[in-house]
Nanobody, 115 residues
């Protein structure tokens, strides 16, 4: 069983920054990709950013240039540095891990951007 422990969410004013972390533990096989998704109230869950085992990254257009995803393979941890946050970034952010043994999700961490 794989567990994903997310941290780093919170409340921030527009223009501020937050850093999300997601540590994977448990029995897992080859990790193919890790990433972050988000779901705002009344909206569908959407991809925010992903990073492959080779370090290739992908971002939703709305966060390009503001968010940076990175990964520490030795720690099975993925990070999301979020800068220049906007009210529309408010959502529950979910960590995702895709491996040869399955697809796993974290519990989610709330990010609120408001003045």
């Amino acid at each position: 069983q794989v567990q994903l422990a997310e941290s780093g969410g919170g409340f921030v004013q527009p223009g501020g920054s937050l850093r999300l972390s997601c540590a994977a533990s448990g029995r897992m096989f080859s990790i193919k990709e890790m990433g972050w998704y988000r779901q705002a109230p009344g909206k569908q869950r959407e991809l925010v950013a992903t990073i492959t085992d080779g370090g290739n990254t992908n971002y939703v257009l709305s966060v390009k240039g503001r968010f940076t995803i990175s990964r520490d393979n030795a720690k099975n941890t993925v990070y999301l540095q979020m800068n220049s946050l906007k009210p529309e970034d408010t959502a529950v952010y979910y960590c995702n891990l895709w491996s040869t043994s399955g697809d796993y999700w974290g519990q989610g961490t709330q990010v609120t951007v408001s003045s």
